[in-house]
């Protein structure tokens, strides 16, 4: 059976962007640029049709409590709280003091300080102990790749029926359906959650081939 499917350039990729309310953004251009400048480890920022995204499924839900594991700079942090309702909070987990600085600093630059929480230190211990102001509208999970069904457990009974658990970088650029890619513990762990998610009666999921892939679960009544 073929599949139809449109392979993005350069050209069109920049037109998706610039065609969304989001994309143009010049908060969110100066904080791209600002971390560009951080070398290498720039790359783990969110891309700009990411933040679209995060910004547009968070108010389409009319979030008013989320979670994020994995802050870096800032750009995701900014996006779903700009999404959230009035009252509404984000509480965020990291543990880099230097890279969450910069994202404070843009979080008072957009006017977000009091929307959004930083809790530094290791999620690992810090996640299992959090109790939420009331049950989870969202979750965006961008972080140690091997811990992420960690946080996935630990988080989804907290999540409302109907919320929403967003992964980033469940493709692993390609790796997940590469022999030898898949051997690669990160990538493993990426590849069993996929294939858990696909098949755990818990959430309804579905991948979408935005950036480096996104898995989006919403979890069910019933976990049957």
Not at 168 to 178: E, F, I, Q, W
């Amino acid at each position: 059976m073929s599949t139809s499917f449109l392979p993005l350039n350069e050209s069109l990729y920049r037109y998706l962007v610039d065609q969304s309310s989001e994309g143009r953004d010049p908060l969110l251009t100066q904080l791209r640029r600002e971390t560009g400048t951080l070398g290498d480890v720039a790359e783990m920022a969110i891309s700009p049709d990411q933040c679209a995204f995060l910004s547009f499924i968070t108010s389409l839900i009319g979030a008013q409590y989320a979670v994020e594991v994995g802050t870096f700079t800032g750009s995701s942090s900014i996006s779903i709280a700009r999404g959230l309702i009035p009252g509404g909070r984000l509480v965020c987990f990291d543990q880099d003091f230097r890279y969450t600085s910069i994202a404070r600093r843009y979080w008072f630059n957009a006017g977000l300080q009091n929307k959004i929480e930083l809790r530094l230190g290791n999620a690992h211990q810090l996640v299992p102990r959090f109790r939420a102001a009331g049950p989870l509208d969202l979750v965006f999970i961008d972080a140690d790749k091997e811990a992420y069904d960690f946080y996935y457990e630990s988080l989804l009974p907290m999540v409302r029926v109907n919320g929403l658990i967003i992964f980033d970088n469940m493709l692993r650029g390609g790796k997940v359906v590469d022999p030898v890619g898949r051997t690669e513990p990160a990538t493993r762990a990426v590849d069993e959650l996929n294939r858990k998610l696909a098949t755990d009666p818990r959430v309804q999921s579905v991948m979408v081939p935005i950036a480096d892939g996104l898995h989006l679960c919403r979890k069910r009544e019933r976990g049957y």
